[in-house]
């Protein structure tokens, strides 16, 4: 079952704000990525790029940009519940 992104807004320093379709509210941080997978590096290394994320159409995941973007099951499974 997909737990689809309603909104999504950058609100401390590689931490995300996750909203679902069905009202859980999810903090999701990004930073233990930098780790895994270096195209997220680029969330460090570019200027103002992590606060532009948005939700992909449909509310499967989120993005930043074509490189680097996350599923809406990872933000679930892996979100902290507020």
Known sequence: M?????????IEEYV?????YDGIIKKYDVSPLFEK???????KTEDGLFKQ????????GISWNDEIDL???ELW???IAQ
């Open 2 to 10: 997909f737990h689809k992104v309603k909104e999504v807004k950058a």
């Open 16 to 20: 995300l704000e996750v909203e679902f």
């Open 37 to 43: 997978w270096k195209v997220f590096e680029q969330l």
């Open 53 to 60: 994320v948005k939700v992909d159409q449909g509310g499967y």
């Open 71 to 73: 599923s809406c099951e």
């Open 77 to 79: 499974n892996n979100g």
